[in-house]
């Protein structure tokens, strides 16, 4: 059983790199180019042109690995139809802002229809298809309860939450999809720990396409994964956490890769808050994200990208830590290492629109010409 998640983690990251090698010259030969955003840090400026779409080999590395193991069981063959499908949304995003050479693909509204779209089928696969239960597990309690309709909503807030908190990472060489390694590994490890072997060799697999990918994406990258990786990544890391909470009472399964991307998520909830509070689109790019701050602080990308690395396996060994706890003390762990977070991340700006956004600017100039 042991061996079976490291033969999945090899095979996938290995293949990974084998297509990597084939498909930057093709990209590159294709144009499919980043455009850097004006209002990114200036550091950035240099990727420009860096080719995109990474996502591509990563996600057809996974598929590859699944079909040869004839992984036939149906919650993984939904997982992947579904994976396929937000691989395909980002793709078209990425395909769009190569075509007509600017950094703005599909617009936030066509972007969320499509990933309404693909967590409601998620809905219907899994509950009419398996014939799995209107039900979650309470997280640090032995319940779970019904939730009735209420859970098509309730699915559709963490897919497309967790969908936009990963893409929103990806914005330094190997920071989203270092990231997404640790968390990964770490539900992959819970899985191993409880027998939960559907999921966990699904989840290995992509974790082993993320190490592959960090060949060619760590500082300096050789290209970018596009939103073709981030979407379906954190689409990964939302459907198995809710898949595992309907299969099992078990609430672990829910807690341990939502709390592992507690910086993503976190970072992800305080942006929406500063632009709400600072009167911008909630979908408004700005560069007063956490890794933008620490930037700012004169930290290298490696530095940042390092701590980056060191909060997510934090938050993942805390993750695995409080599902052998107790219920009061599971829950105060996570909420003290969350506030003392956030107090940090207050502390270093994220809650100010320091810099402003280009909605700011544009609505900035617009008063100006008015005048």
């Not at 995109?52 to 040869?68: C, R």
């Not at 909420?335 to 956004?357: C, H, N, Y």
Request: aromatic residues 10%; proline residues 4%.
């Amino acid at each position: 059983m042991e061996s079976n998640y490291l033969i999945y983690l090899a095979e996938s990251a290995a293949l990974t790199v084998i297509l990597g090698f084939f498909a930057i010259p093709l990209l590159k030969k294709l144009k499919a180019r980043q455009s850097i955003r004006e209002e990114g840090p200036k550091s950035h400026r240099v990727k420009n042109g860096t080719p995109t779409m990474g996502g591509l080999f990563m996600l057809l590395a996974a598929v590859l690995v699944v079909i040869f193991n004839k992984m036939i069981d149906p919650s993984v063959l939904w997982l992947l139809f579904l994976t396929l499908g937000h691989g395909v949304l980002g793709f078209l995003d990425d395909y769009i802002k190569a075509e007509k050479k600017r950094n703005l693909g599909l617009t936030a509204k066509q972007k969320m229809l499509g990933q309404i779209i693909l967590a409601v089928l998620f809905c219907w696969g899994v509950v009419d298809t398996l014939h799995l239960p209107y039900s979650i597990a309470i997280p640090f309690t032995n319940m779970d309860i019904s939730i009735g309709l209420l859970y098509y909503p309730f699915v559709v807030l963490v897919i497309v939450g967790a969908s936009n908190a990963v893409n929103l990472t990806d914005g330094l060489d190997g920071l989203a999809s270092g990231c997404c390694v640790i968390a990964f590994s770490a539900y992959a490890l819970y899985c191993y720990m409880t027998g939960f072997n559907d999921l966990g060799y699904f989840i290995i697999i992509l974790a082993g396409a993320c190490i592959g990918f960090l060949f060619f994406n760590y500082h300096p990258a050789k290209i970018f994964m596009g939103d073709t990786g981030s979407m379906f990544l954190g689409y990964i890391i939302a459907a198995v956490s809710v898949m595992g909470s309907m299969k099992t009472a078990a609430a672990a399964v829910l807690v341990v890769p939502l709390v592992a991307l507690a910086v993503p998520i976190t970072d992800t909830f305080l942006a929406i808050i500063r632009r709400k509070s600072s009167g911008v689109p909630i979908f408004s790019p700005d560069k007063n994200h956490l890794h933008h701050r620490l930037l700012a602080k004169g930290l290298t990308q490696k530095q940042v990208v390092l701590i980056m690395y060191a909060l997510t396996a934090f938050f993942s060994c805390v993750a695995l830590l409080v599902i052998h706890l107790r219920t009061l003390m599971g829950i105060a762990i996570v909420v003290i290492a969350l506030i003392l977070f956030i107090l940090w991340a207050r502390k270093l700006g994220v809650m100010k629109e320091i810099v402003p956004s280009p909605y700011q600017m544009e609505h900035k100039k617009d008063k100006k010409e008015e005048k």
